[in-house]
């Protein structure tokens, strides 16, 4: 995220319902070597990965320049009260975010308008060298990534921590202009990087964000891509719903896909559950036998 200094109705309202509640899970609180909650240990057990940064004022990268993360208790049981309640003051552009059209482009859609189908479906992760800075369209075409619709690059910022770390760094890797361009015309749905902006730092015009998001091709920044090696993953990522607004943090997970390129593992056959088909990418609604809908 540069700065200025440098389907159905059912299908629909399925989806929006997972990204309510992986969005609560993201906003839970969590202290580091604290035991998995249920949640997160049930999305294990189905082979999802949690690729999300964590958001800790001690813990996650702020873009230079933007707004820092602030987060207060207005009540804490913990000190006697009847109930925690907590406020949180964050950037649009915080952690693990999508960047929606409107970011760069006058006519661009906002966050809350973004189509879903971009979001979820099958993707590529991308391995960059660590001596890599510049993924351009030389490096781009060095790895196999056509035919991919949903692009992610694993780099240096993976291998280094840095979407777990608070010091801002600008030597991250970017996608340049000419690499953006190749991942449009070749119809690329979704692109993804490891760290909080896929522009160069300091560059002169922001022409990656301007060619992707011209082209409708959302942007997901600040993925904690550590736990995942190259490869291709069932990917779901999902922003809060910010009406009128350019980004939006997101809770973004991936699950390995299977040599016949088929989602792996199926979920177990004896629970309601929904059931997302990133290869035909439809979402529906299956109950065991006895159950309504």
Known sequence: MPRATGGHMCMRSLAVAVGGALGLLACAPHEQGAPDTMATRELSAQGWIDVTATL???RTPVYAGD????FDFLKDMRK???LTLSVYSLGAHSGTHIDAPMHFVATGVPIDQV???PLIGAARVIDIPDSVRAIDAGELNRHDWRGAKRVLFRTRSTLRGWMDSPEFHKDFAYIAPDAAQLLAEAGVLLVGVDYISAEQFGAPAPRTHQILLGHGIPIV?????R???AGDYDLIVLPLKVAGHEAAPARAIVRKRRPDNRSSPPAPPNRSRLNISVATERVHWQSPPGRGR
Do not use: C, Y
């Not at 920044?221 to 891509?225: A, F, H, N, P």
């Open 221 to 225: 920044e600040g993925l904690d891509l």
């Open 67 to 70: 707004a820092p993360l602030k």
């Open 56 to 58: 800790d004022p001690a």
């Open 227 to 229: 736990t995942v090696q």
């Open 115 to 117: 189509a879903l189908d």
């Open 80 to 82: 006697g009260d009847k």
